[in-house]
């Protein structure tokens, strides 16, 4: 079993940045594939971004490209969420999430285990 916490949300002015973290029950995590995904009211879970536990590959949903880093530290088992430049359209809830699967990291139906959630506002 993996347990994932997020934290670092909040509320931030257009232009903004935060971090976000997740932490992880120790154990498998330094080899998950682990993901995040954000969600808004009435919306599907929509991929952010993710990354692999070997070699660090991350890969990013367009819309975040270039604003976005994912990043894991696995000897704190600890996932990153690196945002800045933020946008209203980047509200949302924000899930970490992790996976033993090596392919389609961008679909939520791929992972086994997720966190509670942690709310980015971003608004002025």
């Known amino acids: 079993q993996v347990y994932l916490v997020e934290s670092g949300g909040g509320l931030v002015q257009p232009g903004g940045s935060l971090r976000l973290s997740c932490a992880a029950s120790a154990g498998i995590f330094s080899t998950m594939n682990m993901g995040w995904f954000r969600q808004t009211p009435g919306e599907e879970r929509e991929f952010v971004a993710a990354?692999?536990?070997?070699?660090?590959?991350?890969y990013y949903s367009d819309s975040v490209k270039g604003r976005f880093a994912i990043s894991r530290d696995n000897a704190k088992n600890t996932l990153y969420l690196q945002m800045n430049s933020l946008e209203p359209e980047d509200t949302a809830v924000y899930y970490c999430?992790?996976?033993?699967?090596?392919?389609?990291?961008?679909?939520?139906?791929?992972?086994?285990?997720w966190g509670q959630g942690t709310q980015v506002t971003v608004s002025s």
């Open positions: 990354i692999w536990w070997t070699a660090g590959i991350t």
């Open positions: 999430a992790a996976t033993a699967a090596t392919y389609y990291l961008e679909r939520a139906s791929g992972y086994e285990y």
